[in-house]
C-alpha cells in the first residue's frame, strides 16, 4: 500500500477539522495533529490500526462490512455525505461530531479520507443560548407589566404571559400579527399609530408614553398606560419597538367607583347639614314662641282677674 505523499500530508497537517487517511482495509494511513488533539492518540500510535478503534457501537461493529459490501460494486453508505455521528476518545468518552467522507481520486486501491469537526463546542454553545433564552423568558413572563416587541410594520415578535392574558388570545395568534390592527381598539387605533410612528421616526433613546385601550378576545376594552422605546440592530438602526404596558382598568374602575362614593356622601353630609340647621332654626324659634305664648296666657289670666273678661282658647 503506497504511503501519501508529503504534499497530502502537508494538506492533511494544514487543515483545522481532524482528517484521517484509510486504504481499502480501513487501516488508519495519516492522522493529523487535528485528529490527535480530538481523539488523544499519536499518529504513530493510530497509524497502521483499523479506524474503527475510533467508532462507537454499532459504528465499530458494522464498519467492514459496509466496507467489504461497498468494495464489492454496493452503494455507498456514507460518501459524499456529511452527517452527525458519535466517536469515542481515547479514554473511552464519546462525543458528537460532524463527518464527512470522501474517495481519494486516483488511487488503486481506494484511499478514503474522513473530515471530522467537533460539534460538542457548539452543541453546548446552542445549549447554554437555549438555557439562556429559556431564563430571558422567566423574567419575561414573570413581570407584571405587558411586553410586547414589534417589527418595523408593527408585526408582534414577542410577547409575554402578562399581554396574552390581557388580550385573551393565545401567543401563536398574536405573534406576527399586525399589534394595532389586531389588539388595540378601534376607536386608539389612531393614537396608537401615531405613537409608533411619532417614535420610529425620532428615534428616540427615551421611553415615549401614550394610553390607549387594548381590545380583548371577549370584547372588553382593557385602559393600558405605555412606555415605549425603539429597539436597534448592531449597526444602531431602528428595527422595531419595545413597548411596556400597564393595564390600569380596575385602578380607574376604582377611581371612578371612589369618586362616585365620595359624591354620595357629600350628597349625604349636605343633606346631614341641612337637617342640622333647620334643627337649629326650629329649636331658636320654638323658645320666643313659647314666651310669647305664655306671656299671652298671663295678660289673659290678669285680664280676667282685673276685668272679668273671658277669653276662650281659640
Given amino acids: 500500500m503506497p504511503a501519501p505523499t508529503p504534499e497530502v500530508l502537508a494538506l492533511l497537517e494544514a487543515t483545522f477539522d481532524a482528517a484521517v487517511l484509510i486504504d481499502d482495509r480501513g487501516k488508519i ?12 492518540y499519536r499518529a504513530v500510535d493510530a497509524l497502521g ?8 457501537t454499532p459504528d465499530r461493529l458494522q464498519h467492514d462490512d459496509h466496507m467489504r459490501r461497498y468494495l464489492n460494486g454496493g452503494e455507498p453508505r456514507i460518501l459524499g455525505k456529511g452527517r452527525d455521528v458519535r466517536v469515542r476518545h481515547r479514554d473511552g468518552s464519546e462525543f458528537p461530531v460532524f463527518l464527512s467522507v470522501g474517495r481519494v481520486p486516483r488511487t488503486d486501491p481506494p484511499q478514503f479520507i474522513g473530515y471530522l469537526h467537533d460539534t460538542s463546542l457548539r452543541r453546548k454553545a446552542l445549549a447554554t443560548l437555549e438555557k439562556e433564552r429559556h431564563v430571558n423568558r422567566l423574567y419575561l413572563d414573570l413581570a407584571q407589566v405587558m ?3 414589534t417589527d418595523r410594520g408593527g408585526l408582534v415578535q414577542l410577547v409575554n404571559q402578562r399581554a396574552i392574558r390581557v388580550v385573551g388570545r393565545p401567543e401563536r395568534e398574536i405573534v406576527g400579527s399586525n399589534w394595532v390592527d389586531g389588539c388595540v381598539a378601534p376607536e386608539d387605533r389612531s393614537t396608537a399609530r401615531n405613537a409608533f410612528r411619532q417614535l420610529l421616526m425620532t428615534g428616540s433613546d427615551e421611553p415615549q408614553s401614550s394610553e390607549y ?15 415605549a422605546v425603539a429597539l436597534r440592530d448592531a449597526n444602531n438602526v431602528v428595527t422595531g419597538v419595545m413597548l411596556s404596558g400597564e393595564d390600569i382598568t380596575d385602578q380607574r374602575r376604582a ?12 350628597s349625604v353630609s349636605r343633606l346631614a ?23 299671652a296666657q298671663a295678660c289673659a289670666r290678669l285680664l280676667r282677674t282685673i276685668c272679668g273678661f273671658h277669653f276662650t282658647s281659640d
Avoid at 385601550?213 to 412606555?227: I, K, L, P, Q
Avoid at 377611581?255 to 357629600?266: G, I, K
Fill in 29 to 40: 494511513l495519516a492522522f493529523n495533529p487535528s485528529a490527535e488533539e480530538m481523539f488523544g
Fill in 273 to 295: 347639614t341641612m337637617g342640622e340647621m333647620a334643627a337649629g332654626i326650629s329649636h331658636e324659634l320654638n323658645q320666643p314662641l313659647a314666651a310669647i305664648a305664655n306671656y
Fill in 147 to 149: 411586553l410586547v416587541a
Fill in 255 to 266: 377611581e371612578s367607583e371612589a369618586h362616585r362614593a365620595l359624591e354620595r356622601m357629600n
Fill in 49 to 56: 490500526r483499523n479506524v474503527s478503534m475510533l467508532m462507537t
Fill in 213 to 227: 385601550h387594548v381590545r380583548s378576545a371577549d370584547g372588553e376594552d382593557r385602559f393600558v398606560t405605555w412606555r
